[in-house]
């Protein structure tokens, strides 16, 4: 039996004020009966589904089209992810408190460290770590009653803190959350940049960082706040972002802080770090005192020679705590790495010389400029509002 050929005259829609061409006819082939008609194309696969913002609906990769990130965390679970890696058991931050796993917990799809009055605190860091690049993460803190004060920050992966540099780049050193501060350190001598916002940092906020070779920039919300051009204060190699809660002593109370979620975006211009540490182990503030948790090559190799000689965490830590007593200005600065801080700056013009440049979003900044630590403690006329003086601080972790 031969398949007939049948002229089939083609419907055409035309939409009004379309013009029209010659009608034309289409001969198709009309199969024979029994004959398999051809198969459907498959259907596209579907995209990823995009990240959800959760409880922070304004971010600044949403703002400036940041795209997909490298790496991101949405705490989904009841555990620490095997990327995020607490602190210790170990002592705290200048040696008071402890720092210890416990404080670190995740539940209701955020990640918590929980503080109490005694100093029992916790730290978390995430690695890999990278030199450039942008990070933002969802955060609220709970209010305080002094002496625990809530961050995130960047630092160096190689534990050689001051001249590895620290970026601070969401600090609550207040006890209500109402203003965040931003430290950039840098130097032998632990020289810093400075500035803060008013915010209500309680509330489930987008804090951010975009670190690129000729410029640093803070945001919150999608809405720039701090930045600075000073490309000789940045660091030199590879950071790794942290959360912590550190403990500065005399704490009327417990506090916690909380992470809905993070991001991590590599840059064309990025250098990924050459250390880190391995799935789910341990991390430490004082690698002089536990070296067998600090970074490393993941050939098994030992961490690298100098790591936590630089006056480190612990190191500096002592150090800082003396310059502390000196200067008098003990526990009501900076919570963290900064502490390290006013080890070679104490008494001297913080970020001598640069000034980063301060953007208000609701026109509630404090001027990122440089501060004079006192060892009164009190602050100078004409001097910018905000923390009265740094702690000496052994390290972020330390």
């Known amino acids: 039996m031969r398949t007939a050929l049948v002229a089939v005259p083609v419907a055409v829609a035309v939409a009004a004020g379309t013009a029209i061409g010659t009608a034309s006819t289409a001969v198709a082939a009309v199969p024979a009966a029994g004959a398999s008609a051809p198969a459907a194309p498959?259907?596209?696969?579907?995209e990823p589904p995009a990240a959800s913002d959760g409880k922070c609906s304004q971010t600044a990769a949403k703002t400036l089209d940041w795209g997909t990130p490298t790496r991101e965390s949405d705490f989904e679970g009841s555990t620490v992810p095997?990327?995020?890696?607490?602190?210790g058991p170990e002592p705290g931050h200048a040696k008071n408190g402890t720092r210890t796993p416990d404080a670190v917990t995740v539940a209701g799809g955020a990640m918590s460290i929980n503080g109490s009055q005694d100093g029992t605190t916790g730290a978390v860091s995430w690695h890999p770590g990278q030199q450039y690049g942008r990070w933002e993460a969802c955060v609220r803190a709970d209010e305080g009653s002094g002496g625990l004060n809530a961050l995130l920050l960047l630092w160096p992966v190689e534990e050689n803190f001051p001249v590895g540099g620290e970026i601070d780049w969401m600090e609550n050193m207040s006890d209500d959350r109402q203003e965040t501060s931003f430290f950039l350190h840098y130097g032998a001598d632990n020289q810093q940049e400075y500035g803060s916002v008013k915010h209500d940092a309680t509330e489930w906020s987008a804090w951010a960082l975009e670190w690129t070779p000729d410029k640093m920039t803070a945001y919150v919300n999608g809405k720039e706040w701090y930045s600075s051009t000073d490309t000789d204060h940045f660091p030199p190699g590879a950071m790794n972002m942290t959360m912590q809660l550190d403990y500065f002593g005399n704490a009327g109370g417990p506090s916690a802080m909380h992470m809905d979620w993070a991001r991590q975006w590599a840059l064309p211009e990025s250098k990924p770090a050459e250390l880190s540490l391995a799935p789910g182990a341990p991390a430490t503030g004082q690698p002089k005192d536990y070296p067998?948790?600090?970074?490393?090559?993941?050939?098994?190799?030992?961490?690298?020679a100098g790591a936590g000689d630089e006056p480190d965490q612990s190191d500096q830590s002592d150090q800082d705590q003396s310059d502390q007593d000196q200067s008098d200005q003990s526990d009501q600065d900076k919570p963290d790495r900064s502490d390290q801080d006013d080890d070679g700056g104490s008494g001297d013009q913080a970020g001598s010389g640069s000034e980063g440049s301060a953007v208000a979003p609701s026109g509630d900044l404090t001027a990122g400029r440089p501060r004079l630590l006192h060892p009164s403690g009190a602050e100078p006329a004409g001097t910018v509002a905000g923390p009265r003086t740094r702690t000496l601080h052994p390290s972020t972790t330390g």
């Open 42 to 46: 498959e259907p596209p696969a579907p």
């Open 292 to 304: 067998d948790r600090a970074p490393r090559k993941l050939d098994g190799a030992a961490p690298p």
């Open 82 to 87: 095997p990327d995020w890696h607490p602190y």
